[in-house]
């Protein structure tokens, strides 16, 4: 091969196809140029099958060239002198190729072009006369910052930039006068400037200066209450210092164990103090950090609503407690989930799913994706009974059907709970779980929720924001920990992106983790003021039960619902919905794009009745939460959905039927982040938008549909169980027939 130069649009081509390496390239090196031709081919022209790449992937076979003249051939290059050209026209055809998958994303509208280049034209152009020529006067930082000095200066905006400048110049000059022309520096600006411009107050004015003064009425009003809630906050704690009550200690939010002279009963149910020296109790020296006073003083609640335990210890402590005294949960009818054989289809680069690069010091796997459902060689032919991920996880759970609970994917904040933050690429054992029996599992975008059979919750993964509810905020908890709960038994668990929820056997629903956009349902977004400009969130680090569930009429009339025994839930990104005994269904958290169903794009702070899915008629007997949207199958076993699955396009702002799956008997469906796999019948169906890593199972000619198809490799099998990743889709196969083994046989095998 002659030495030839790279060109910098051939480096951009590469950077837009999505090369990692396009900047490192050189093609004047063997081995650059036949990855790169296999990079083209494995990730974009896929002419070939994965079988028929064997030769193409030997790189470093001294017969490459010929396989490279043959692959030329076969794509029907017509360049057959220059192997340069021919790399050239190969990308020619990925990039063609690609725009052709994705039309919607590469769409470009000509009207709107045209209409804004007519547009422009009628605007003047000035030439300025500004003697600082190293300006750039046409840059968009220069004419945003010109149109916010007119904005401050109340200066209509002219077209031309220019213009405009030379008014608000104009401006300044008849209204400073000679001394601070002269001299700027000479006032002295003192207090901290606050951008009072920006500031929304909730109203708006005809006149701007009324506006403007009923603006700072305003802020000065927020200014004095947060002081006064400051001295009260001082207050309670000079109180709790005094009285040493065992419901409020000096340190907020926790339960006392000072004691005054003689007392000797604990108040804890659960443990017995050691024994404490008798004489005068020494004075202790009140310690809170002024900035989260607020926050510690929320999580103050009563045992009985929050569920948490009464004295405050750390929940790795109750790791160690016998649990065999807990009695076990009546398992359904068939047991804890139907046993069989394990199918994966969907990205196995862990490490790179939903993301652009890899972290820092990451070793990223080379993981494929597998474009139909392959059989799982590395379980050794083990029979799985349970699968669970989540909308927004890179990992997921096993358990097996002799009870060992498995985990596998990405681990770089422990959420694999296996005592590290190392990925696992193949299943590993969650030893913390040995001895008990796993029954359902959740995963977050970093976290995950084990489930026992005695109704004990379990967590592992990242903790900043209180997700793993083990009462602190530790940034990653590497094994599976006990989460600080003591209510009633457990039986289902649920994780949204950086919350959780878990649900008792009594229909009550607790949830902890970030409360933004009201995801928790405790009736507040969480956030407060640490300063004047600054805000934070208040995390729940412990299970709190949601206590009020309303329902909202069109007028805005609010109306408190009682009775509420929820059965069932799902949760997406930011939002949850549930279902209750009576088939009504609740939703709450991020409203945008119609997930909610309440026919608006508002954030709902408690759980919310949706009128569109009411009984008698309109019951729910189950929901499926994706990253934005939901799926509600109703009494009837129709399938709805609200929200927006597809990143273009009009959002189903309410419950809308899917006519596709009009007919099917809906056993179970997942979710992921645009992507629906549906088990019904003898069949799957799945649909999702582009992009896609191979989680429908369609194969490699067909990555995505917008619309439901049937997934042909899995027709005449029996779905048992479904659950879908961030980029990748685990189901459980019945094989229990030889012609269903037989049909398993026939798909193809990964191994890691």
């Known amino acids: 091969m002659s030495v030839v130069s790279i060109s910098n649009m051939f480096k951009r081509r590469l950077q837009a196809l999505g090369y990692l390496e396009w900047d490192k390239v050189n093609i004047n090196d063997p081995q650059h140029f036949r990855k790169v031709t296999l990079w083209l081919e494995e990730q974009k022209i896929r002419q070939y099958s994965i079988q028929d790449r064997k030769e193409l992937r030997d790189i470093k076979s001294e017969s490459w060239p010929k396989t490279f003249a043959k692959y030329c051939e076969d794509v029907k290059c017509p360049i057959s002198s220059n192997n340069m050209d021919q790399l050239e026209w190969l990308i020619g055809r990925a990039i063609w190729l690609e725009a052709e998958n994705n039309t919607e994303q590469y769409s470009i509208n000509v009207k709107e072009m045209k209409l804004k280049m007519k547009q422009e034209a009628l605007v003047p152009h000035l030439k300025s006369t500004n003697p600082l020529d190293n300006l750039d006067f046409e840059s968009n930082e220069f004419k945003n910052g010109v149109y916010s000095v007119a904005k401050l200066l109340r200066i209509p905006q002219h077209p031309n930039h220019l213009v405009t400048l030379k008014a608000c110049s104009k401006l300044v000059q008849r209204r400073l006068n000679s001394e601070c022309l002269r001299n700027p520096n000479s006032k002295i600006i003192r207090g901290k400037p606050f951008p009072i411009m920006n500031c929304d107050p909730g109203f708006q004015l005809k006149k701007t200066a009324v506006e403007n003064a009923a603006k700072i009425l305003a802020l000065l009003y927020i200014q004095d209450i947060r002081n006064l809630q400051t001295k009260i906050n001082e207050v309670i704690v000079r109180v709790q210092s005094v009285t040493a009550n065992p419901k409020t200690d000096t340190k907020l939010g926790k339960v006392g164990k000072i004691r005054n002279k003689g007392d000797s009963a604990d108040m804890s149910t659960k443990r017995k103090n050691p024994a404490t020296k008798k004489g005068r109790a020494k004075s202790r020296k009140v310690e809170y950090d002024e900035e989260d006073i607020s926050s510690e003083h929320d999580s103050d609640v009563d045992d009985a609503e929050t569920g948490s335990n009464a004295d405050g210890e750390d929940a790795a402590e109750d790791d160690l407690a016998d649990v065999s005294s807990i009695p076990e949960l009546p398992p359904p009818e068939g047991g804890w989930g139907k046993p069989g054989t394990l199918l994966m289809c969907g990205l196995t680069n862990w490490d790179m799913a939903g993301r652009k690069a890899p972290p820092k010091g990451v070793k990223v796997n080379v993981g494929r994706s597998l474009w ?33 609970c498995l985990a596998f994917g990405r681990n770089d904040k422990g959420q694999l709970g296996v005592g590290d933050t190392k990925r696992r690429d193949e299943p590993t054992e969650v030893t913390a779980l040995k001895g008990h029996t796993v029954i359902g599992a959740s995963c977050g975008r970093n976290h995950t929720l084990f489930l026992t059979s005695r109704g004990i919750v379990f967590a592992a993964g990242d903790n900043k924001l209180g997700q793993c509810g083990v009462g602190k905020s530790d940034a990653c908890i590497v094994s599976a920990t006990k989460v600080k709960y003591s209510g009633p038994p457990i039986v289902k668990v649920g994780c949204g992106a950086d919350f959780s929820m878990i649900l008792d ?69 930011h939002h949850t919905v549930a279902i209750d005994s009576k088939n009504r269904a609740f939703s709450w958290g991020f409203g945008g794009i119609g997930r909610l169903g309440h026919n608006e794009q508002r954030d709902e702070l408690v759980p919310r009745l949706i009128k569109f899915l009411e009984p008698p008629t309109r019951g729910v007997r189950a929901i499926y939460c994706g990253s934005t949207y939901s799926i509600a199958i109703n009494v009837h076993g129709s399938a709805l959905m609200f929200g927006q699955t597809k990143r273009t396009g009009e959002a189903n702002m309410y419950p809308k039927p899917i006519q596709d799956l009009s007919g099917w008997e809906i056993r179970c469906v997942g979710c992921s982040q645009t992507s629906v796999v549906v088990a019904a019948d003898d069949s799957v169906i799945a649909w999702g938008a582009s992009p896609t890593f191979g989680e429908l199972g369609f194969g490699e000619m067909r990555k995505s549909s917008t619309t439901p198809m049937e997934v042909k490799a899995l027709e005449g099998l029996y779905i048992t169980a479904v659950t879908c990743g961030l980029s990748h889709t685990l189901m459980i196969c019945r094989d229990e027939s030889e012609e269903e083994k037989t049909k398993i046989n026939k798909l193809q095998v990964y191994s890691v």
């Open 372 to 404: 139909t459902p392959h059989t799982f060689k590395n379980l050794n032919g083990a029979r799985v009974r349970l699968v669970a991920s989540g909308p927004a996880a890179s990992h997921s759970i096993i358990v097996t059907e002799d009870n060992r």
């Open 505 to 573: 056997i009594k229909g009550g629903l607790h949830s902890f983790g970030s409360p933004e956009y009201g995801a928790l349902g405790h009736n507040t977004d969480g956030k407060y003021f640490i300063t004047n400009t600054k805000m934070a969130f208040h995390f729940e680090k412990v299970p709190k039960r949601i206590v009020l569930y309303i329902e909202r009429a069109k007028d805005g009339h609010v109306t408190p619902l009682d009775r509420v025994e929820i059965t069932d839930f799902s949760c997406g990104h």
